[in-house]
């Protein structure tokens, strides 16, 4: 009986410890002013939180040194700020992070993520932030789709461009899963040319890499090079007053200059922030 009651006390002084750390140890990661006024109205999945998938598409989301950096990731944290939230990051692989948007695990998810009418039927998408240019990689700086043609070319699954490059190419074309499997095989010479979202392969192929990254002229065998794909975030289905506030956000950054100091700053040109009036790929 006295086993059994000091068992008790010690598991409730145990457990009252253990509030009283958790309490303290939330206090001392915390980040927010204690005065702090949140600029917008809305609930996230966890109080004080804005948890948000990072996925790893340098430079627009990546981990860096075991915290979230990029393009994205930038744009978020003044989010965050300005509504008096931490974030909370969650590294997701490309393929699991919409659907933890669908199912309520993350308010949110980055990484150059494409406005499509597919997505938008599972997912809500904010208005549109940056342009994903059509990007080339090759030793002499190609800026003509056409020449193209008759080359080794590899792109990555996914993007915008791959079926007209198939068309265009043929087996000349190869898809890889990633822009590392692409980047080694360029770089090895098993193939000629990349082609790779603009901001990606700038990160991947910096001036003294032996490669050229260049855009190319608009060529309508190419669409994309023509109308490139917006970008947004997909947030959750139910939660409005949280997209409102992304949109608003997002706009007042592209007014200020604020967000293309941020995409200037990831290696991202400024004409990427000129996107136009909203659309979806259909």
């Known amino acids: 009986m006295k086993n059994t009651a000091r068992n008790v006390s010690v598991a409730v002084l145990a457990l009252a410890l253990s509030a009283s750390a958790t309490a303290c140890a939330r206090e001392a990661e915390s980040t927010v002013a204690s005065d702090c006024e949140p600029k917008h109205q809305f609930s996230t999945i966890e109080e004080g ?50 659907p933890s948007v669908q199912n309520n695990r993350i308010d949110l998810t980055v990484g150059d993520w494409y406005r499509t009418e597919a997505r938008s039927e599972i997912v809500n998408l904010t208005a549109p932030i940056y342009l994903d240019e059509f990007g080339v990689i090759s030793p002499d700086g190609i800026t003509q789709v056409q020449d193209l043609a008759g080359k080794s070319v590899g792109t990555v699954d996914g993007y915008l ?12 074309l190869k898809v890889y899963p990633s822009s590392v499997e692409l980047k080694q095989d360029l770089e090895s010479g098993r193939i000629d040319v990349g082609v790779d979202a603009y901001g990606t392969a700038l990160f991947n192929f910096p001036e003294d890499s032996g490669f050229k990254v260049t855009t190319v002229e608009p060529d309508p065998q190419v669409q994309a090079t023509v109308e490139p794909a917006q970008t947004g975030f997909p947030y959750t289905k139910d939660n409005a007053e949280l997209g409102e506030a992304l949109d608003t956000t997002i706009e007042e950054m592209r007014e200020s200059g604020q967000l293309v100091e941020i995409l200037e700053a990831n290696g991202l040109p400024a004409s990427s922030a000129e996107v136009g009036e909203p659309r979806l790929i259909p």
């Open 49 to 98: 939180q804005l948890t948000v998938g990072i996925t790893e598409i340098p430079p627009y989301s990546y981990t860096e040194d075991g915290q979230p950096a990029g393009a994205d990731v930038d744009i978020i944290k003044e989010f965050a700020a300005a509504n008096c939230l931490e974030v909370k990051p969650v590294p997701l692989a490309y393929s699991a992070a919409v």
């Open 161 to 172: 461009w791959v079926e007209d490059l198939r068309t265009m190419l043929g087996g000349d």
